[in-house]
């Protein structure tokens, strides 16, 4: 079953996130490979599918954020920080795009479309072990900067991790009330769905009813 919880108040939102960090974190100490079955129907003659854990190298995971509005120190851009904050302390590396970090031209699929600021995204999508992503709730919807910066990274298309392949992606949408928060988390993890990416159990909509705008 998939957690999806709407927050109401700051101690919990905290709570939450910190909860989504420790597992993205988790998550991300481990290669799960799964091998590919030859069928699952009752009659099918294969055995049951196994998942085998496989340690990572020493290094310490990384993970990418990604989120935010164009105006600094907004609440969406507030909750990834302190998502990754919490990823760092609980022993990874991080970075984080967000603001003018996003501000990239209208994907289209040409070399160098997005100039340098599009290409060292990519490069730190292209090492991330996880991904964060963060959205706020423009009518009922991910944001057109979030939207915009997903899609650069059909990029990745011919990686040998193609696109979020192989990666935990937590997700964090921020508006006002609960009904925007739930459609925006959910459209998230379709996303993540989309781009091959492992959606964390734990999603977080937070609602900012009686706080700060996201």
Known sequence: MVAITTLQCTHGTLRQIKSMAVVMAG???????????????????????????????????????????????????????????????????????SGPDLLLPMYQAEPNAGGKAGAHMIASLRRADGVIIASPVY?????????????????????????????AVGAIACGFGNQGPAMVLAHLRDMTHALRGWPTPLGIAINWTCNDAA
């Open 27 to 97: 998550i991300t100490q481990n290669n799960l490979r799964v091998p590919l079955a030859r069928g699952t129907h009752p009659e099918s003659k294969c055995k049951a599918i196994k998942v085998r854990i496989q340690p990572m190298n020493e290094r310490r995971p990384f993970i990418v954020g990604l989120g935010g509005t164009t105006r600094a120190g907004s609440t969406t851009e507030q909750a990834l920080q302190l998502a990754l904050a919490c990823v760092r302390r609980a022993g990874a590396d991080t970075e984080m795009f």
């Open 139 to 167: 009518h009922g919807g991910v944001s057109g900067l979030i939207k915009n910066a997903l899609d650069y990274i059909e990029e990745m298309r011919a990686d040998a991790r193609v696109y979020l392949d192989q990666r």
